[in-house]
């Protein structure tokens, strides 16, 4: 069994930054690819970001590439988010998730097998 752990979110105002930490326990953890998907108050679960086993493979949605950076740190299984240029609509609940699918396969709200339980972040104009 895998446990996920989110930490981080808040309320900030557009512009700023701020990062999201996943903290990664269990069996071959280490193996999973990993990522961020966020859920807005009446829309759908919608994929952020992920990133492979070792980190060095990235995948971004459209609405967050050049702004959000996912990154890996295998020693301590921690996956971080880190968001700038946060925009009102960056606002929902955002999920850590975990799969043993491949990266190309995380865009989608089904390959996740792990999740966690979510942190809020909230963008005010």
């Known amino acids: 069994q895998v446990q996920l752990v989110e930490s981080g979110g808040g309320l900030v105002q557009a512009g700023d930054s701020l990062s999201l930490a996943c903290a990664a326990s269990?069996?071959?953890?280490?193996?999973?690819?990993m990522g961020w998907f966020r859920q807005a108050p009446g829309k759908e679960r919608e994929f952020v970001a992920a990133?492979?086993?070792?980190?060095?493979?990235?995948l971004y949605a459209d609405s967050v590439k050049g702004r959000f950076t996912i990154s890996r740190d295998i020693a301590t299984n921690t996956v971080t988010l880190r968001m700038s240029s946060l925009k009102p609509t960056d606002t929902a609940m955002y999920f850590c998730?975990?799969?043993?699918?491949?990266?190309?396969?995380?865009?989608?709200?089904?390959?996740?097998?792990?999740w966690g339980q979510g942190t809020q972040v909230t963008v005010s104009s």
């Open positions: 998730a975990a799969s043993s699918l491949t990266i190309s396969s995380m865009t989608s709200t089904q390959s996740p097998e792990y």
């Open positions: 269990g069996r071959a953890v280490g193996t999973l690819t």
């Open positions: 990133c492979n086993w070792s980190g060095r493979n990235q």
